[in-house]
């Protein structure tokens, strides 16, 4: 083999080995030394370097052969100053640029020949190889050097394709992961790859827990009737491609907490048609479901409300209207009381409803004034007091309580909704107390009673509106769940706060603060 074919041979074998050790590895420093190695060693060099352009528009190392340190500065005098045309492309000076970095490297470096490498019609870096010897570089030496230029500007574009769909991956990857809804991406057998954050959260099984997993068993809708609907009416069976199918339901998890969910299925198909993924978006619509809910009860517990004292009402006044009997003078009585009473009973219902749609509308308006909250207490209990035989209704506030700026009416409305509840959840009867203290910057006052008390479990949700303690009692004591709903409001809009303490069998006491001036 004559020495021209040779030398040929070694150089496809070089470029073979540089393209396969691209296809194999992604890191690009490797690559590029690769690249330089066998550059130097085919040109009969004894060093070499490949530097790229950075977005700040200066050059920097990126891989360096046969020198013995590789600081930045050594290279300076060769990075610096390079013409950005590739157009008849030359460093100027190129000699006096290799006697510098040939000193501050302690190598007499004698021949150097320098390249720029080309992507898309870009300069994006040079390379160079260097001779201690005093051969010149010939033409056919940088022709060779010109395709080792190519691979290493192919090997640059590759990396920075796979920075780039790295860093989109990444951010998809965020964007999924920091949606407030939920998303699951499965495979084509319905295999779940991925969810979300949220959708763990309303799951109860951890991304790593859920992959590989079928989706059925990660979601596992069931709707109202406790039916599984995953089992049952699984959407994603016969899937046609213009489907996004929908379902609703409920999603549990382990420990036990439920989540109302509407989910809808986006397929994903490749170029032929084939489904390669079924991406899943788990919407929480357990607030809307709620407040459906609430209407609901809503209308019946107010239906049912109303209809009661218009009953009586009707049914005594239809009773004192008859023609043909003759009522003696305390029945007549009697009935007129219970008139008026059922008559109060509505009007209060009525003002209760109106003031709970203000509240949720937010056009409740406080009217202030200087109130004496004794007084006020003291009023409120006289009028309870006539009602109830089994009660007995004490105040205890000190001599000096300070005149507070308050709504008198709708504090008076707090007073009203409170007693009346102590009354009517202790039906054993008991003493009620209605007091305040004042503490630093705010006034304390209660309402106790020696009642049934409230479960910790229901007290939370005490101040909801339509909230009623689900119980026997609970069911059989007229009310509709708004009084403490609109003592919250009245209370908060003065700057206060209520809460209750209280326990099963040992009484309640509500307490709520106002601030002082
Ligand atoms: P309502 O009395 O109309 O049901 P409220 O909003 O006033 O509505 O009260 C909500 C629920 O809180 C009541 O249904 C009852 O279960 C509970 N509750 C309120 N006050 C007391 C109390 N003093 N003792 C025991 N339970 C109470």
Avoid at 126 to 150: E, G, I, M, P
Avoid at 169 to 197: F, P
Avoid at 367 to 395: G, N, W, Y
């Amino acid at each position: 083999m004559c020495y021209v074919e040779e030398y040929l041979l070694r150089q496809r074998d070089y470029l073979l080995t540089i393209s396969r050790a691209m296809t194999a590895r992604l890191d690009l420093p490797s690559v590029l030394r690769l690249i330089l190695e066998k550059a130097v060693e085919m040109l009969r060099g004894e060093a070499g370097l490949i530097a790229l352009l950075g977005r700040d528009g200066a050059f920097r190392v990126r891989a360096s052969y046969g020198f013995p340190a590789r600081t930045p500065q050594l290279f300076a005098p060769l990075l610096t100053d390079i013409p950005l045309t590739h157009t008849h492309w030359q460093i100027p000076d190129l000699y006096a640029r290799l006697q510098l970095v040939a000193a501050s490297a302690g190598i007499s470096l004698r021949q150097v020949v320098g390249l720029p490498l080309i992507l898309e019609d870009r300069l994006i870096g040079v390379t160079y190889v260097f001779r201690t010897r005093d051969t010149a570089f010939s033409a056919n030496d940088r022709q060779v050097l010109s395709s080792f230029a190519d691979q290493a500007a192919i090997a640059v574009r590759n990396a920075t394709l796979y920075q780039r769909l790295a860093a989109e991956t990444r951010r998809l990857d965020a964007i999924i992961d920091n949606t407030a809804d939920g998303v699951l991406i499965m495979d084509a057998q319905c295999r779940i790859q991925t969810i979300n954050r949220a959708l763990a959260e309303i799951t109860g099984w951890t991304p790593e827990q859920a992959r590989g997993q079928p989706c059925q068993r990660v979601i596992a809708l069931r709707n109202q009737q406790g039916i599984n609907i995953c089992e049952t009416a699984c959407p994603l069976r016969a899937l046609s491609t213009a489907d996004k199918p929908q379902v609703e339901g409920d999603i549990t998890r382990p420990d036990g907490h439920r989540t109302s969910v509407s989910i809808t299925y986006s397929p994903l198909y490749d170029d032929e048609g084939t489904l390669v993924n079924v991406i899943g978006s788990v919407h929480d619509v357990t607030r809307f479901r709620e407040a459906e809910e609430m209407k609901a009860m809503f209308i019946s517990v107010i239906s049912h409300e109303l209809k009661t004292p218009v009953a009586l009402i009707k049914g005594y006044a239809s009773t004192l209207r008859r023609e043909d009997a003759q009522w003696d003078q305390d029945t007549v009585l009697e009935s007129l009381a219970i008139i008026e009473e059922e008559s109060d009973h509505l009007a209060r219902l009525i003002n209760n409803l109106l003031e709970a749609s203000r509240i949720q509308s937010g056009t409740l308006k406080l009217e202030m004034s200087d109130v004496s909250i004794p007084r006020l207490a003291a009023k409120a209990v006289d009028r309870f007091r006539v009602q109830t035989a089994k009660h007995e209704l004490t105040l205890d506030f000190p001599p000096d309580f300070p005149p507070l700026l308050a709504d008198e009416e709708r504090l008076q409305e707090v007073f009203s909704n409170l007693i009346s509840n102590a009354i009517k959840y202790s039906p054993q009867g008991g003493t009620i107390r209605v007091g305040g203290r004042v503490h630093g910057d705010h006034a304390e006052l209660f309402v106790s009673d020696e009642g049934r008390g409230i479960p910790l479990a229901n007290q939370s949700r005490l101040f909801e509106p339509f909230y009623r303690v689900d119980s026997s009692l609970g069911r059989r004591t007229q009310g509709v769940g708004l009084g403490l709903f609109l003592c919250k409001a009245v209370v908060e809009g003065h700057g206060g706060r209520i809460w209750v303490d209280s326990a099963p069998g040992k009484g309640s006491t509500f307490r709520f603060t106002l601030p002082l001036r």
